[in-house]
Structures are given as structure tokens and as C-alpha cells.
């Protein structure tokens, strides 16, 4: 685009077969079903529109009326009536149902990023020149006309701050959101959208600009505090002004031709010189006189109509009837030259159709009969073309409007395929029509391109995605790592510290074991000692004639010996730990208790005493019994030492 051709441009996308398309195409159809059922008279119809207007407040004349009776019927349907009339009293009786109605007509359907290959345009193409062609400390100012519940305006400050920066955006961008209907304003200014609404949004502009709130996504601020929504009704309201950037995209659809025209008018106005205007890829405008110049290859383009040169007709016309004047001659050749150097194949025919002119192209593509131009033209090769040529001219010159297609398929007869964009406009001289021309310009090229393009679109997605997936499953797993690396560090320093709790325990334990041999190296001297002191005493009692008993201060027996065994017929071990004056013997022990506590008391160092006793073999006998107090190395008494002796002389 040159920057001297900076006029408002307007452009709408030709992808017709997008899936965006169909799903539109898919919900027009939806209401036209109910057409079917209730047909609508267009009398009757007019009539309604003005009882709406009339008794509900709402102006409907400017919209299609096809469209709108399907919306009306389908409502009707809903609620079970099936005349127009019926229909009346039922609004009339049933407050909530205007404004049913209401909502059923205004179709509010609307997506982020809808039609994303126009956002792509719109970003590639259209907004940088917006922002280089305006100094920096200037405003920009968009409006978005039928903006629904807000997702198209949000849409447009993504761009924009992507574009700019949020800084930017906050300082300098003012978008203006406006809609007929009060109550999906409302929803558009709380700004608060499902997971589902999110799904066109690029995800990274879903992290970006918006927060989660429970399972609902709300729009940033900074974003929202550029977007002002407000109501306005594109037929009846006065448009803003000073605007760069004006989208109204899928709702002028909905409007007649005559209100179309106005709408354009009023954005003509909005707009400064520079500003652009952004249509929905399914609104069609009328080709001529419509204050906009097309914008954008691959993109559905309508500007002024060229007008044709009639001059060209007149000068065919005079030739049939001068074909001698030189001066008409050379003009013919001239026009003829300039025909065939124009791009693409021209034909030009008059108001009945009948072929006027070809260029050299037009014979190329339709075979050298159609240079013979004053055949009637229904039965020319030219007129089997794939579209039914004959009734589009015939549309063209009745409507005296202009007709373009796209993409027309054309099997050509020597094989192959080929794609053809055709205009079909009206020539006009003075007020009067006097033809039709014809342009037909190969696009196959752009048709395989878009096609490729489409295909390496598609692949470039699919591998994003691959590539986004793969990317978060690696996130996910390094995160997982990170963990398990964390985890086995707390262990490691976990079993770091316990090592050296039982390194020390295992010191302690060295150091207690030492000890403890110590200990049973020095019981061991011990033992042996005492046990060659007991083997000593034990050899000492044993050899005395005499009967030894010790007992402990309790008077409990600790050594009993052989001598004793033999007198008293007891062995050592049944008496052993025994309270000595319990003892059942020949000895009357009741008699030693005094001896034996006052030998332990510490008194005398000896008491001897002489009883009446009866050996083992019941052999009376007189018994001394000498009582000691046992010492140990300190001289405390540890017990008593009885020696019992049998007196010789006879009792
Ligand atoms: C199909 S939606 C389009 C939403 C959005 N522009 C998009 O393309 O996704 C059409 C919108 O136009 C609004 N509308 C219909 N008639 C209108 C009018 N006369 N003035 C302003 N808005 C109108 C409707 O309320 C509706 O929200």
C-alpha cells in the first residue's frame, strides 16, 4: 500500500470454506428451518415491524426483512403461535416477550480472535501503519460498532497492547465498544469469561491478560481500563468521530442495502483520512458507489467501482455505422491495444447480452469464435462457463449493480483446472445503461498458494502444538525431578546426621565395652580370689573335729560343716539360708538364741554354753556350744560362729 494513497480503506477475508464460515452459515440456516414452517407475507410482515415499533419501542425497519422474519418465526415457534396476529397478542399479553424477541433478532454471537485470519491481517498489516502514522504522543482511537458481549473489543487490546505495550496502550489507546442491546453491554463490561470462551485466545495472551477467578477468566484491568462499552444504535444515533480504526464486523449483515448505505456514510465521517475500516468477511457491500477503496490481496476487497469506459462503447457502437473514419479507426485500434494490455480476459456485452467486445485474453480462454462478437450470445462457448453467466448480466443490468465471484472453478475443455475472481459491472453513459463488462483474472496461482498456505498453516500448527506439549510434559518432568533431587538431598542430610549420632554412640560404646572388661578382668581376680578364700575356709571347717555353724545377724545359716552333718544327720545344703532356731535337730537351738544376739550385739568376745542334745544316731550327749562374734577386717560384726563340741564325760 502507498503511503499517498491513504484514503479509509475497507476490506472483508474470503475464506469461505473456514470453519468460522460454516458455523455463521450453520446458524443463519437454523432459523430459516422454522421459515419453512410458518410462511411469513411480506405485507403482513411490514405491518408487524411498524406494531413493534409502535408498541415495543423497537426500530426494526433498517434490517433484512428475510433474515429478520426467520428470527421472528423461530421466536414464534418457541412460543407456539403461528400467525402474525396471534403473535401480536401474545407480546402484548406476556410482558418478558419483547424482549425475547429482542435478543432473538440482535443475534449476539461473537468469539475472541473470530475469524482469526482476519486478526492475523489486521495485525500484520493494518495496525503498524495505524501506529507509524501517528506521532507518538498522539491518541489512537478505535471503535468497535455491535460488539456483543466484548470479546471483539478485548480482541482489539490484546493487539493493540502486543502492538504498543501496556504502557502505551493505558496512555494512549481509547477503544469505544458499542451495542444496541443494554443487556449484553452488561455482560461485556464485567469482563468475566468461561474456559471455553478462552479457547480461541492464544495462550500466551491468556496468561498474559487474563486472571483466573475460580473457574471463570477475568480480563486484566490495564486492558479493561482501555476499552469504554457503551450503547448506541448504529441506525438511529449520531456516529463518534477522529477514529483510526472502525470494526463492524458481522452486524451491518443484518441491515437492507438503503441502511447499509447510511451506516457506510456515518463511518465515513467517524473516520479520519487515514482511518481504516474493518467489515466481517460475510458482509457484502455494494461495489459502486460506496465511499471506501478496497484493501488487500487474499482478502475480499470492494472500493469505488471503476467506472467503465463508455467512451469504448460509443466508439463500437459508431463503428457499425462509420467504419470507414480514420480517426475512428486508429481510436479502435488504440482501445483495442489497451483492452489486451489490461490484466486478466474482458468482455463487454450490450443490455440484452449480446457480445460487443473481447480482448485478445477472452479468445485465448473461450476459443477464437468469440472474436466473432455479433453472434447471439446463448449459444456461444463463452456462455457454457461454469456460472450461469446469462442471468448474472441480466441481474447486473436490471439492479445496475455490480456482481463479483470468486474463485470459480473452471475445468478447462483441452484438461486442467483453473480458478477465475470475475467483476460483472454495469456501463452506464450519462443516467442511461447501456452494457455489461466482464473481467475474468486467473487466479489458480493465489488459489494453490492460499491452498499451500493453508496446508503449511495447518502443519506449522499441528507442530506448535506437538511442540507446546512436548515442552510442558518436559516442564512437568524437570519439576518432578526437582522435587525427587530435593527430596534426596533432605534424606541424604538426614541419614548424614544419624551416621554421626551412631559414630559417636559407637565411640561411647568402645569406651564403655573398655571399662566393662576392665570390670570383669578385676571380677575375674576376684572371683578367683574368693573362691581360693572359700576353697581355704571350706578346707579349715572341713578339717576341724569340731562341729562349726555360721550364721549371718538375721541368724540365717551361711556355713554348716562336715562335723556338723555328721552330728546333727542335716547335709550343709538343707540347711543353708535357714533361720538357725528354726532347725528341727537334736540340738535344743531355742537355747542359743541369747548366746548367739549378744555374741552379735558386740558384748563379750565369746559365750560358751553346755545343752542336753541327741546326735543323728539318737546317742544322748552333753554339747558345747561356743558362740563368737564373726569380724570383718573393720571389726564389725558380720554374724556369729557357733563350734559345738561333745563333752567326754557321761552324763
Ligand atoms: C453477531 S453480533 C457481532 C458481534 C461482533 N461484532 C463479532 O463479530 O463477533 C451482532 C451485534 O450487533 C448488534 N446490533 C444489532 N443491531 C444493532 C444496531 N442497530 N446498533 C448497534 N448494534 C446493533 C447486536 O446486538 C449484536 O450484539
Partial sequence: MSRSDWTPKIWAVQQRASADWRAQRAEEALPARAESATVLKNQDFSAFVDFLKRSCGFDFTGYKPTSLMRRVNKRMQEVGVESLSAYQDYLEGHSEEPARLFNTILINVTAFFRDSLAWNYLTDEVLPHIIAGKPADQPIRVWSVGCASGEEAYTLAILLAEALGIEQLQQRVKIYATDRDEQ????????????????????????????????????????????????????CDAPLSHLDLLVCRNTLMYFNAETQKKALVHFRFALNNRGFLFLGKAEALPLHSNPFTPQALGFHSYGKVPTPNIRDQALVLAQRVNTGAAPFRRRTHLRDAALDAMPGAQVVVDPTGVLLLTDKQACTLFGPKLKDVDRPSPDDAFFHWPVPLHSLIEQVVSKCDSIPLHNVKWTVPSGGTRYFDMLIVPLLEGEGLVG????????????????????????????????????EQLRTASAALQTTSEALQATNKELQSTNAALETMHEGL??????????????????????????FLESILTGLHSAVVVVDPTLSIRAWNRRAEDLWGVRAEEVQGQCFLTLDIGLPVEHLEGPLRTVLTWEPAHLEVVLGATNRRGRALRCRVTCTALRDAQQEIQGAIMLMEEEKEAL
Fill in 184 to 235: 449484553t453491554l452488561h455482560q461485556a463490561r464485567r469482563a468475566t469469561y468461561s474456559a471455553a470462551d478462552l479457547k480461541p485466545v492464544p495462550a500466551q495472551f491468556r496468561e498474559r491478560y487474563f486472571q483466573q477467578v475460580g473457574n471463570r477468566y477475568v480480563v486484566c484491568s490495564e486492558l479493561r481500563h482501555s476499552v469504554i462499552f457503551g450503547r448506541h444504535d448504529l441506525i
Fill in 510 to 535: 568402645l569406651g564403655t565395652n573398655e571399662t566393662l572388661l576392665g570390670f570383669n578382668t578385676e571380677l575375674h581376680v576376684r572371683t578367683d580370689g574368693l573362691n581360693t578364700a572359700n576353697a
Fill in 436 to 471: 455489461a463488462g466482464i473481467n475474468f483474472t486467473d487466479v489458480t496461482r493465489f488459489k494453490m498458494l492460499q491452498g499451500r498456505l493453508l496446508h503449511f498453516g495447518q502443519k506449522l500448527q499441528a507442530a506448535n502444538q506437538e511442540l507446546q506439549s512436548a515442552n
